[in-house]
């Protein structure tokens, strides 16, 4: 059971970048997903959810309308598109599905 974050990096405030999460070991589609983010000295928090065939979606105050969560269960992956990423965006982000968590990818905004 395993899931594997990828996709984040360095972006200039205002930009965009896509994290992708990778499931394995476990049937994806049966579960809900989640995306956390911690930046550094603060807490784990959750940013946004999305039921198990993606039917509805659920966003923290912070990114709604600017970030987007879906899958893709035939590929056994969810994403989180960012958009007017902002310095206070930057964190590891983790994804959460069946009580498993990846490993995180880092996401630094800056100029």
């Known amino acids: 059971v395993q899931l594997v974050e990828s996709g984040g990096g360095l972006v200039q405030p205002g930009g965009s970048l896509r994290l992708s999460c990778a499931a394995s070991?476990?049937?994806?589609?049966?579960?809900?997903m989640s995306w956390y983010r911690q930046a550094p000295g603060k807490e784990r928090e959750w940013v946004a959810a999305i039921t198990s065939a993606g039917g509805s979606t659920n966003y923290a105050h912070s990114v709604k309308g600017r970030f987007t969560i879906s899958r893709d269960n035939a590929k056994n992956t969810g994403y989180l598109q960012m958009s007017s990423l902002k310095p206070e965006d930057m964190a590891v982000y983790y994804c959460?599905?069946?009580?498993?968590w990846g490993q995180g990818t880092q996401v630094t905004v800056s100029s």
């Open positions: 959460n599905a069946k009580k498993v």
């Open positions: 070991g476990f049937t994806f589609s049966n579960y809900a």
